[in-house]
């Protein structure tokens, strides 16, 4: 009989922005929650790339260190983002999504997983 396959595989579990409507031209800022929903923990010494878009267009590519990566099986960590709204992001609705793990920096259980996506409502400044 074989055993399940064993490994990391992490999620975002939710995306909140500080304030809830940021203003076009300013930082984006928010919190992230990523969980670890594998079987074992990430054991690694190489970080993890997460990307940050916003209707379809990348704002920031950033690495996380492996130590902000060690999560048991089933424990999240709440890690803070800044990423600056540049002038040719306009005012209105729009579809922000988190990447984690997109360039396959370590194998994952599953990659069907990594995307995480929320309506934002950005303002004039």
Not at 78 to 106: A, H, K, M, Q, S
């Amino acid at each position: 009989e074989r055993s399940a396959p064993r490994g990391p595989d992490l999620v975002v579990d939710d995306v909140q922005f500080i304030p809830d409507l940021p203003r076009v031209g300013e930082k984006l800022t928010g919190q992230i929650r990523l969980r670890n929903i594998g079987n074992r923990m990430y054991l690694g010494n190489s970080g993890c790339r997460i990307r940050f878009y916003l209707n379809n267009i990348l704002l920031t590519d950033t690495m996380l260190p492996a130590t902000q990566l060690m999560l048991e099986p089933q424990k999240s960590s709440t890690l803070t983002f800044e990423i600056p709204l540049v002038d040719t992001v306009n005012e209105g609705e729009g579809l922000f999504c988190v990447v984690v793990n997109p360039t396959d920096e370590f194998v994952e259980l599953c990659r069907d997983n990594n995307q995480f996506y929320r309506l934002i409502k950005l303002i004039k400044p």
